[in-house]
C-alpha cells in the first residue's frame, strides 16, 4: 500500500494539467491580470513538461502526430502569455530599485520606465486575448486527440526510482555541453534554466509522498529560479538602457543586481553540477 502511494500515473498527470490549462485560458479571457496570466503560461510549461516526458516512456502509442500539434499550440499560447508574465515581473523590480525615498532623479527614471512598461503590457494583453479567442477551441481538440491515443495506457505507473531515473537521464540529455566559453554566454546560462524547468515539472508527476523526485523537483525548481532571477535582471536592464539611457542611476541599479544574480546563479550551477 506505501508503495502504491508514490506512484506516479503520467497520463493522468496530463489529463489533469489540459483541465487546469483550459480553466486558465478561461480566466485569461475575462481578465489578463496577474495571476491568471501567470497560471496560463506555468500550465502550458508543465504539459510541455509532461510531453517531453512521454518520449522516455516505454511503450506508449505512437503520438508523435498529435503531440507534435500541440507543441506548437502551446508555445503559441506560452508566448502570448510569457510577454505580459514578463513585464509583471519587471515592473516588480523596479519598485525594488525605487522604494518610497529614493532620489528624485531614480524615481523619475522609474516612473518613466514603468509608465512604458504598463503600455507595452496593456498592448500585449490585447494580443494574449486575441491569441486566446482564435487558438482556444484549436489548442482544446489538439489535446483532446493527444488523449485519446495515449488513453491504452491511461494507468501506465512509474515508481518513485523510475521516475528520479527518469528526470536526471532527461536533464543530462538536454542540458547543452559546458565549455570553457559556457560559463558567461547568456544564451547558454538561459538554456540552462529553461531544462531545470522542465526537469522540475516531469519531476512533479510525483505525489507528495514520493520523496526522492520531489526532492529533485525542489533541486531543479531553486536552479530555475536562480536562473530566472538572473535573466529578469538581464532583460529588465537592457530594456532600462533604451528608455532611460546607460547612465541613469535606474540602470545602474539594474546593472549591479544583474552582475550579483549572475555570480549567484554561476555559483549555484558549480554546487548543481558537482
Known amino acids: 500500500m506505501a508503495a502504491t502511494k508514490t506512484l506516479a500515473f503520467p497520463i493522468r498527470s496530463l489529463r489533469e494539467q489540459v483541465t ?10 475575462a481578465e489578463t491580470k496577474t495571476k491568471p496570466v501567470h497560471r496560463l503560461r506555468t500550465t502550458t510549461r508543465r504539459i510541455e513538461g509532461q510531453l517531453a516526458m512521454l518520449e522516455l516512456l516505454p511503450k506508449v502509442p505512437k503520438h508523435r502526430k498529435e503531440a507534435g500539434e500541440a507543441r506548437k ?8 502569455a510569457g510577454n505580459v508574465r514578463d513585464i509583471d515581473v519587471q515592473i516588480d523590480l ?6 518610497e525615498g529614493a532620489c ?10 514603468r509608465e512604458k512598461l504598463k503600455n507595452d503590457r496593456e498592448d500585449d494583453a490585447k494580443k494574449l486575448r486575441k491569441v486566446l479567442k482564435k487558438r482556444q477551441t484549436e489548442a482544446t481538440l489538439a489535446l483532446e486527440r493527444l488523449l485519446e491515443a495515449l488513453e491504452p495506457v491511461e494507468k ?19 542540458v547543452p555541453p559546458e565549455t570553457g566559453k559556457t560559463k558567461d554566454d547568456p544564451e547558454y ?10 526537469a522540475r ?10 520523496k526522492g523526485p520531489r526532492k529533485l523537483a525542489q533541486e531543479f525548481e531553486s536552479l530555475q529560479q536562480s536562473g530566472g532571477e538572473w535573466h529578469d535582471w538581464l532583460v529588465l536592464e537592457e530594456i532600462s538602457r533604451k528608455t532611460v539611457g546607460k547612465s541613469s542611476p535606474l540602470t545602474t541599479g539594474m546593472a549591479r543586481r544583474n552582475r550579483l544574480s549572475l555570480t549567484a546563479y554561476q555559483r549555484h550551477l558549480e554546487q548543481f553540477s558537482e
Open 189 to 198: 546560462l538561459h538554456t540552462i534554466r529553461k531544462v531545470a524547468k522542465l
Open 104 to 113: 528624485d532623479d531614480l524615481k523619475t527614471d522609474a516612473e518613466k520606465l
Open 20 to 29: 487546469a490549462l483550459e480553466a486558465a485560458i478561461t480566466l485569461c479571457l
Open 73 to 80: 499550440l502551446l508555445k503559441k499560447l506560452r508566448r502570448a
Open 94 to 99: 523596479i519598485a525594488e530599485l525605487a522604494p
Open 201 to 210: 515539472y516531469i519531476a512533479e508527476n510525483a505525489p507528495e509522498s514520493a
Open 156 to 174: 501506465f505507473a512509474l515508481t518513485a526510482t523510475q521516475l528520479s531515473d527518469l528526470v536526471e537521464s532527461w536533464y543530462r540529455k538536454n
